[in-house]
């Protein structure tokens, strides 16, 4: 059980904030507070147990037994008459009881923890939205999204050109601009609505351009949809159960 622990220790600390690395740069520019950060790294746990459950459990036979080796105890145990088949079952009941809670996190942790993850960015990216943002600022909080905000409108969180380019999806990339913008979160959800006053979007397609010009439009930008495509460090697959 000693080394179990030290080596799911070591193992989890060092895959975990390997992914928090992948992660930083978007940490970086949401401004997420040490809480939020903290709540990451607490989501991050669940897909890594399913891996290195049973990779502790190996390391630790590994090192419990050659350990007994080493120091002459295998022999003494085969002195003293003990059968060898006793010896194996502290490590075959703690491989059942691994296997089986690596199983539930596998199949139920992972998801639920990558799920948690990425709504805690998106919803950071929507704060970061709605909480007021710079006039003349280009932002690029997600891969494949550039927002830029051109001066200060009469109206809160409001600006007199916008420029939003989406490239998340590569066969439909999209271009918005507009004379003017208002950006309102979606109440309950990881969202943003924009609504757009004379502008045009342009839509890139396979071999096709469309462009539709607009007197007025809203456009509604689901973050959550985003990072369930996989847009950042994982894919959609690990989202399932």
């Not at 006053?197 to 973050?223: H, S």
Request: net charge positive.
């Amino acid at each position: 059980l000693v080394p179990f622990a030290q080596a799911l220790g070591f193992l989890l600390v060092l895959m975990v904030f390997g992914e928090m690395l992948k992660l930083a740069e978007q940490f970086a520019s949401l401004g997420l507070s040490a809480g939020a950060i903290f709540q990451a790294i607490l989501y991050s746990f669940a897909p890594a147990l399913g891996v290195l459950l049973p990779l502790s459990l190996l390391l630790a036979s590994i090192l419990a037994f050659g350990r007994m080796s080493s120091d002459g105890e295998l022999t003494a145990f085969t002195a003293s008459g003990v059968p060898f088949w006793r010896l194996l079952i502290a490590p075959l009941v703690l491989g059942v009881a691994v296997s089986g809670l690596s199983f539930v996190i596998s199949v139920w942790g992972e998801p639920w923890g990558i799920r948690s993850l990425q709504r805690l960015l998106a919803d950071a990216v929507k704060d970061s939205l709605s909480a007021g943002m710079q006039p003349k600022t280009f932002y690029s909080w997600l891969n494949g999204i550039m927002l830029y905000t051109g001066e200060r409108g009469d109206k809160p969180n409001s600006f007199r050109r916008l420029v939003f380019i989406d490239t998340s999806r590569k066969d439909h990339e999209m271009a918005i601009t507009a004379k003017g913008a208002q950006l309102l979160p979606v109440r309950g959800k990881s969202a943003m609505l924009f609504h757009l006053q004379q502008g045009r979007v342009l839509v890139f397609g396979k071999e096709r351009l469309t462009q539709i010009e607009f007197a007025e439009n809203r456009y509604r930008l689901d973050l959550g949809a985003i990072w369930r495509r996989g847009e950042g460090v994982f894919t959609n697959r690990q989202c399932m159960t």
